[in-house]
């Protein structure tokens, strides 16, 4: 449940410390130390000097009594609205994630933004829609450690004038579940910490300096459009989409339709023009990945 606070801003604290994230720019002040370190750690090439600029999103961690154990509790808060009450240590990184990616859903109208991972290769960019649980996150990461240039693990942000896709490059968040396919993909997540997300339980985080080795992509045409979803034990198999069912499928992943209201499905019509469109039933990451590495045409000579 969210909660507008009013106005009352925390006596003491820490930071704000500014990020610029891709197109996105954060400000970060929190009463738990650690929270603050380990977001300007996992972030630290994104600093920034910008405290007062007017479209930062302000995220804070505020102290929120104890439990009845008498551990100590923390409520986050997006621009003063509070997101997350109650929090244990453990669960407050997440909730400084997801916060952010509210706040974009609510701030960034500039953009039509989309449920996605979202990558680059050769140039051409690819959009992985999907629900949570579809394994989005993990085939991000399979492909991230084969070069593919890295945008976002969780948005597709659109620009609705050239249709290009801006790189919001936040960090991989994956839960355990994929832990193993991880390690075999020689990723580690950050620091080796795990931490606690409502609904999703235990989580890590990779890394965006580690996971894009490779620099972050630049704005990106639109040439793939893939609808992945894991299905365990299952041979991978693709299956092509006409244009209009990739228009039909990318609807449901619309984050900010109210921004754009019926100019959503002409946006749409015209991003799938210029791409090929597939669903994706996703098996073993290898195999996964071989077949995705098969739809990317290679780079054009000098």
């Known amino acids: 449940m969210i909660r507008h606070l009013q ?62 154990g008498g551990g100590r509790r923390y409520a986050v808060c997006g621009d003063g609205e509070e997101i997350g009450r109650s929090c244990r240590r453990e669960e407050v990184l997440p909730y400084i994630e997801w916060g952010i990616n509210w706040r974009v859903i609510k701030r960034h109208g500039e953009f039509l933004q989309l449920h996605a991972a979202t990558l680059v290769r050769n140039g051409q960019g ?7 649980g579809s394994g989005k996150s993990t085939l ?26 801006h790189p919001f490059p936040k960090a991989v968040c994956i839960k355990a579940g994929s832990f193993d396919v991880i390690d075999r993909l020689n990723l580690i997540p950050w620091r080796r910490r795990y931490y606690v997300k409502a609904f999703k339980g235990r989580v890590g985080y990779l890394s965006p300096h580690e996971v894009a080795s490779r620099p972050v992509a630049p704005p990106s045409p639109v040439r793939l459009i893939v609808f992945p979803k894991y299905i365990e034990g299952c041979r991978p198999r693709l299956y092509s989409l006409t244009r209009a ?8 992943s619309v984050l ?25 039933e996703c098996g073993a990451i290898e195999p996964t990945c071989d077949l995705v590495d098969a739809l990317i045409q290679p780079a054009l000579p000098e």
């Not at 600093?47 to 600029?53: A, F, K, L």
């Not at 690819?126 to 949570?132: D, E, K, L, M, Y």
Request: hydrophobic share 40%.
């Open 140 to 165: 991000a990461a399979g492909l991230l450690a084969r070069g593919w240039k890295y945008l976002s693990d969780e948005f597709a942000l659109v620009d609705p004038g050239t249709l290009r896709l």
């Open 256 to 280: 900010n339709r109210s921004a754009f209201g019926d100019r959503v499905t002409s946006i749409l019509v015209d991003l799938v023009r210029g791409a090929e469109c597939y669903r994706l």
């Open 7 to 68: 106005g009352d801003r925390p006596r003491g604290g820490h930071g704000p410390l500014s990020f610029r994230i891709g197109a996105i720019g954060v400000s970060v002040r929190s009463d738990l130390d650690e929270a603050l370190e380990d977001f300007a750690s996992l972030y630290h090439s994104f600093r920034r000097e910008e405290t007062g600029s007017s479209d930062l999103i302000h995220i804070e961690v505020r102290r929120a009594g104890r439990s009845l």
């Open 126 to 132: 690819a959009i992985f829609a999907a629900s949570s």
């Open 245 to 252: 069912q990739a228009a039909i499928g990318l609807a449901s």
